[in-house]
């Protein structure tokens, strides 16, 4: 699937210029990566559609843009968690925009939809939310922090062609819930330390991390600055464990902190998966600059 959205020169969604919300954006980093509304990342590669996929956040500001509707069947939109639920829109009201608040991080954003014409309510994420057993959504990061997702509307999967509902998550978001340093808030990182920072990676049903290959993983502030740290015996300073409970196995895997690269007024840590954004958590350097 290609993105739902059309881009302009300028990155206008649907062919027009809009103003972007200054709280809605990615982090800052020094090679100053961020979005500004619709616009997408320069330099990072984009992860595939994903059928039955998921939406994190990171730690801050969302909002959706309502794309436009592939189905004749109109459809209300709302983020159905987390809780209570927040009334986007309809699936024909094209172009409306809506801030759903700020988010702490590593929380599930699920979007629903409630088919008018036939009473059938339909859910981000995997199969098992659906009254069919189908996965009814994709979920597509065009870019960082960007995500067009696209719905099916028909009780037992219609057409498969997942643009009778679209919109655009726009923000704090990520494709994957990572934290940086387990257990610890804030995530203090000290660059001239002459040990490892590990960062957890969360599976979920749209993601099995035992299927992640290690060589490729990179992390720092811009995300691509160091691999995972490769022991004596030649393995991979790795583990698999379900450290939140939830039933799927998390990574938790190892960085050294001086080929991270960190600097004074870095604030966030960046994960890519063989140059794909993969998704980011808060840092705090020390000591301070």
Do not use: C, W
């Not at 691999?227 to 393995?235: Q, R, W």
Request: aromatic share 10%.
């Amino acid at each position: 699937m290609t993105s739902l959205f059309s881009f302009g020169s300028r990155g206008a969604l649907f062919g027009r210029r809009r103003a972007a919300d200054p709280r809605i954006r990615t982090a800052r980093t020094r090679r100053d990566y961020r979005l500004r509304g619709p616009e997408v990342m320069e330099g990072r590669a984009l992860l595939a559609p994903v059928l039955g996929g998921q939406i994190f956040t990171t730690g801050g500001p969302v909002e959706v843009e309502i794309g436009p509707p592939g189905g004749a069947f109109v459809s209300n939109i709302f983020l159905d968690s987390p809780g209570p639920a927040q009334f986007i829109g309809t699936s024909f009201q094209t172009g409306k925009v809506v801030n759903l608040g700020s988010f702490p991080a590593g929380v599930e954003l699920v979007f629903r939809i409630d088919v008018t014409n036939t009473g059938d309510t339909f859910y981000t994420g995997p199969a098992s939310r659906n009254p069919d057993g189908i996965a009814h959504a994709t979920v597509n990061f065009v870019g960082a922090g960007v995500a067009d997702v696209g719905f099916e509307d028909l009780f037992g999967g219609g057409d498969q062609d997942f643009d009778d509902v679209t919109f655009q998550v726009r923000g704090a978001i990520a494709p994957v819930a990572i934290d940086i340093k387990p257990g610890s808030d804030p995530n203090s990182i000290n660059p001239r330390n002459n040990g490892n920072i590990p960062v957890a990676i969360f599976g979920s049903a749209s993601f099995d991390v035992t299927s992640v290959d290690l060589s490729k993983l990179t992390f720092g502030p811009d995300g691509g600055e160091a691999g995972v740290i490769v022991k004596k015996n030649g393995k991979f300073q790795a583990d698999f464990a379900d450290l939140n409970g939830d039933g799927f196995l998390d990574l938790v895997v190892h960085f050294n902190t001086k080929q991270a690269g960190f600097q004074a007024g870095d604030t966030v840590g960046i994960i890519l998966l063989d140059g794909q954004f993969l998704g980011q958590d808060s840092v705090r350097i020390v000591p301070p600059a």
